[in-house]
């Protein structure tokens, strides 16, 4: 079992910047890929951001390319999401999630999941 902690939402206006961060207990944190997904109301969860469980692996989504930094700190079990230029199309409850030593984007593939951290970005 692998336990996730998500923290770091918010409200900011538009423009702003967050970090949320998802503190990892439980199994060898270095074993696990890393995602951060968003389900915003009405819609479908999406994929937002994974790191591989090496590191290197680095993959965003098209929406937040160039906003948006993944990263972790093995030594802390922590994986972060670094959010700038915030857009209220960015509101959602955003979520982490883990899987082992596989690079994937699809939800359905992620073993554990936090209990989510609500991101809301204000016009």
């Known amino acids: 079992q692998v336990q996730l902690v998500e923290s770091g939402g918010g409200l900011v206006q538009a423009g702003g910047s967050l970090r949320l961060s998802c503190a990892a207990s439980g199994r060898t944190f270095t074993n696990y890929a890393m995602g951060w997904f968003r389900q915003a109301p009405g819609k479908e969860r999406e994929f937002v951001a994974l790191?591989?469980?090496?590191?290197?692996?680095?993959y965003y989504a098209d929406s937040v390319k160039g906003r948006f930094t993944i990263s972790r700190d093995n030594a802390k079990n922590t994986v972060y999401l670094q959010m700038i230029s915030l857009k209220p199309e960015d509101t959602a409850v955003y979520y982490c999630?883990?899987?082992?030593?596989?690079?994937?984007?699809?939800?359905?593939?992620?073993?554990?999941w936090g209990q989510g951290t609500q991101v809301t970005v204000s016009s």
């Open positions: 999630a883990a899987v082992r030593r596989i690079i994937t984007t699809a939800g359905d593939e992620y073993e554990y």
């Open positions: 790191i591989g469980w090496s590191g290197p692996s680095i």
